[in-house]
């Protein structure tokens, strides 16, 4: 993931650590992604080993694109805190996904091998269950609605590619296949429809698709944007969009779908000195959770977990300090996210925090604060 800060800052390689966040953030503009330059320092481990250069080639924008600055590879990883849900002391876990019963955490991790599979453990338990396991990297689970599948991303057709595969680790089946890459994917309520996005080697534009499992080999392009995430109770995805002038920072907008065919694009929420990426929505539609990014001081990245009403509104922040990525709502309330703390990549997740003042009776309904939890609960508890 390439990010053009100025000159001097310093650079981490998405080649040296292929098993992290491969499309984690990315950007789009006519012109398409810079390619990645080698070197750099592993943004985990330090290690000696030459990068794959086919990953080394899958690098792409990280906030958006910034006109005349230099192209610099910068792995953004995550860093958080709060109650802690997985617990990795070599690799790192990241890519949370929580299935629609509450109980059942998904992710991606290079736990056991370079290349990161698919893993399942339960919220409040400590097993884990190893749902792939193949020499490519298989990232970005999510759960059908029914939670007895799980779409995610794949290179292992030579290009990321969607897969979908049974929550009990049977059945692999290719859904896409196309020189592109294709990533992200997102169930529809329906259970019979998957959007995802695609980087078009013609423009270099990520665009969002459409496919239908009823429907083998046909899919439908909805519009251009990337990371789109489906609401749980309505045909409308949520998604990140580059602006076309400027900075180019990522904004959060939606698309509602009216008989399969893409309607009202809508800009929730943009910033003009911070990258809002990889939002999502909460279970019951009505809020959206996503992370906004900004360079600090020339030489680093902040990211942190904020919330906001799916019809826009002002943002409310959940997390703070460390660097916090990838959100996924879980059914307790809890915004699950990768995360680092005490030198492990692993899952976290937070509680908002409500007003006491405005949960009391006679005033107006109950609103989140612009705080998160600061107490960190043991490995795979969910905290107060």
Known sequence: MTFAPPRGRAARTLGAAPALVVFLLSGCRSVGPRPPEPGGACAVAPSTAPAAPAIRERAITLFGEIPGSQAIPFESRPAGSLAQHTNCPEGADFDPAVDASGRLLAFASTRHSPRPDIYTKPIGGAGITQITSDPASDIQPEFSPDGGRIAFASDRAGNFDIWMIGADGQGATQLTNDPAHEVHP???????????????????????????????????????????????????????????????????????????????????????????????????????????????????????????????????????????????????????????????????????????????????????????????????????
């Open 186 to 384: 997102t169930w529809a309520p329906d259970g019979q429809r998957i959007a995802y996005c695609m980087r078009n080697p013609k423009g270099g534009q990520w665009e969002l698709w459409l496919l239908d499992l009823r429907q083998p080999g046909t899919r439908k392009f909805i519009g251009h944007g990337l990371y789109p995430r489906w609401s749980p109770v309505e045909d409308l995805i949520v998604y990140q969009r580059a602006r076309e002038r400027g900075q180019r920072w990522f904004g959060i907008w939606t698309i509602r779908l009216v008989d399969n065919e893409p309607r009202f694009p809508t800009e929730i929420a943009a910033s003009a000195t911070e990258a809002y990426i990889l939002p999502t929505f909460s279970r019951d539609g009505k809020q959206i959770a996503f992370c906004a990014v900004r360079p600090e001081d020339g030489t680093g990245g902040a990211s942190e977990i904020w919330t906001i009403d799916a019809g826009g509104g002002e943002p409310v922040r959940l997390t703070e300090g460390e660097a916090s990525y990838s959100p996924a709502w879980g059914g307790d309330g809890r915004v699950y996210f990768a995360g680092r703390r005490g030198g492990a990549e692993a899952i976290w997740s937070v509680r908002p925090v409500r007003s006491v003042t405005a949960s009391q009776p006679g005033t107006p309904p109950p609103r989140l604060e612009r705080t998160a939890f600061r107490d960190v609960g043991p490995p795979g508890g969910a905290g107060p």
